[in-house]
């Protein structure tokens, strides 16, 4: 085993973006990836991965594992990995709603991590948590500079996990969804698709740039546009 080498079980959607974050941002780091179907361990290698369709390969050559096959499948993947491999690995959970307690039953002599990022990783821009039960963690270190490669990191208590699935995790499908309904509107009043889409996404990294950089609550900028009468107060009155 490589001293620097990471371990993808489950290169689906997000297990993909992590591979090709980390081929970027930590070059000189090898890679495993593991996936049932030949597309799947396709597409992790040609995003440089080290593939194989047997896990325990996977978790034998990597100092560290990520988990990220969907919760369901964890129980099948994890007989498929001889008990003794996980002892001494640094073993991270991306799976939603399976708690490090679970984690450490089955993952025996590994120090374990969860962690929820999101598809934003393929763009650097993940907002990720982490957290543990252990204080000091050899791995630690490692975890989080893996993470960065992804965006920014929050150690958090494992309790905030769920509402960071749905509020990280699946915000991205959240705002999309509201990125469509306001590129629809501007649509149906004539404007272009094209430009109203382009307009719009400009407009939410305005916004988003001016609460970063002014520092203020949302509420200032909101009153600040909405004047006695105006066009904003109508919007705001059907929101
Ligand atoms: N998608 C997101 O935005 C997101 C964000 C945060 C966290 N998560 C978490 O990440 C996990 C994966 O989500 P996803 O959206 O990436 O799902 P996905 O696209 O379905 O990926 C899961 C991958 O796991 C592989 N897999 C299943 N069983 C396996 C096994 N026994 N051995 C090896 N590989 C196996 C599947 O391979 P095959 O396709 O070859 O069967 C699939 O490629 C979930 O637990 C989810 O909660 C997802």
Not at 62 to 68: D, H, K, P
Request: aromatic share 6%.
């Amino acid at each position: 085993m490589s001293k620097s080498s990471i371990g993808v079980l489950g290169a689906g959607r997000i297990g993909s973006a992590i591979i090709k974050a980390l081929k970027t941002c930590m070059p000189e780091v090898e890679i495993y990836a593991s996936g049932r179907r030949d597309e799947t361990i396709q597409k992790a290698s040609e995003l440089g991965a080290l593939v194989s369709k047997d896990n325990a390969y996977v978790v034998s050559n990597s100092e560290l594992v990520i988990i990220s096959v969907k919760p369901h499948h964890f129980p099948e993947l994890y007989n498929q990995v001889p008990r003794e491999l996980w002892s001494g690995k640094t073993v991270v959970s991306i799976m939603a709603g399976v708690k490090l307690s679970t984690l450490s039953k089955v993952l025996e002599g590994a120090e374990i991590f969860r962690t929820m990022p999101n598809i934003n990783a393929l763009v650097g821009r993940s907002a990720t948590a982490i957290a543990t039960n252990n204080d000091i963690t050899s791995g630690k270190i490692f975890v989080e500079e893996v993470f960065q490669c992804l965006g920014s990191v929050y150690w958090v208590p494992e309790e905030y996990l769920d509402a960071w699935t749905s509020l990280v995790g699946s915000g991205p499908a959240f705002m999309t969804e509201i990125i469509d309904g306001l590129v629809l509107g501007a649509v149906a009043s004539g404007m272009s698709r094209d430009i109203a889409y382009r307009v719009v996404l400009d407009m939410i990294e305005g916004t988003v740039k001016l609460l970063k950089e002014l520092r203020i609550h949302p509420v200032e900028i909101r009153d600040e546009v909405t004047t006695p009468a105006g066009t904003t107060i109508r919007g705001l009155k059907i929101l």
